[in-house]
T-cell receptor
Framework: KNEVEQSPQNLTAQEGEFITINCSYS?????LHWLQQHPGGGIVSLFM???GKKKHGRLIATINIQEKHSSLHITASHPRDSAVYIC????????????FGKGTHLIIQP | DAGVIQSPRHEVTEMGQEVTLRCKPI?????LFWYRQTMMRGLELLIY????????DSGMPEDRFSAKMPNASFSTLKIQPSEPRDSAVYFC???????????????FGQGTRLTVV
């Protein structure tokens, strides 16, 4: 079973700061997902990646397959970015379910 | 599309009662997943279906839990009898996988918050 570790568990930053959340996993994967969960709300998929880098607006996700490590970056952070960010992986070769990290609770203060 | 629809959004029930959670996946999606989220354990996969067939139910905690997918547009997760430790948020997710595509983005419902007293 894949173990997914995220760091930090909690992060408080000021508006405008550059944010980095890290994720590492223990065994090979077929894909890695970054998810966002707002308080009391559902879960939204931000990225799915298996190599390289993806960018969407102020969000950037990178993955290093050799090092079994991924990062989620937020540029010019804003209070509306406050949420829990969850890293998850597909470990199997097919359409299997996700294994999740414990999440990073991000608070951006104005 | 309205996205993945779960019902009810909130459920409070007494210990020993049967609880049924419902999910309507996104039309055209052929994979459906049930997850549970608790403070202690975070998000965990309970079971997933592909083309209405249960593929992996190893995450189902006990025989008290059962899931069905009678057709492509509906799935249920049943707990009978319910216990206080079943209190959690239960998420349903769906995705569209096709031949040659290993993994695709998962779309989550809003979740059902279950409280067993």
């Amino acid at each position: 079973k894949n173990e997914v570790e995220q760091s930090p568990q909690n992060l408080t930053a000021q508006e405008g700061e550059f944010i980095t959340i890290n994720c590492s996993y223990s065994v090979g994967i077929s894909a890695l997902h970054w998810l966002q969960q707002h308080p009391g709300g559902g879960i939204v998929s931000l990225f799915m990646l298996s190599s390289g880098k993806k960018k969407h607006g102020r969000l950037i996700a990178t993955i290093n397959i050799q090092e079994k490590h991924s990062s989620l970056h937020i540029t010019a952070s804003h209070p509306r970015d406050s949420a829990v960010y969850i890293c998850a992986v597909n470990s199997g070769g097919g359409a299997d379910g996700l294994t999740f990290g414990k999440g990073t609770h991000l608070i951006i203060q104005p | 599309d309205a996205g993945v629809i779960q019902s009810p959004r909130h459920e409070v029930t007494e210990m020993g009662q049967e609880v049924t959670l419902r999910c309507k996946p996104i039309s055209g999606h052929n994979s459906l997943f049930w997850y549970r989220q608790t403070m202690m354990r975070g998000l965990e996969l309970l079971i997933y279906f592909n083309n209405n067939v249960p593929i992996d139910d190893s995450g189902m905690p006990e025989d008290r839990f059962s899931a069905k997918m009678p057709n492509a547009s509906f799935s249920t997760l049943k707990i009978q009898p319910s216990e206080p430790r079943d209190s959690a948020v239960y998420f349903c997710a769906s995705s569209n996988t096709s031949w040659g595509t290993k993994n695709t983005e998962a779309f989550f419902g809003q979740g059902t918050r279950l409280t067993v007293v």
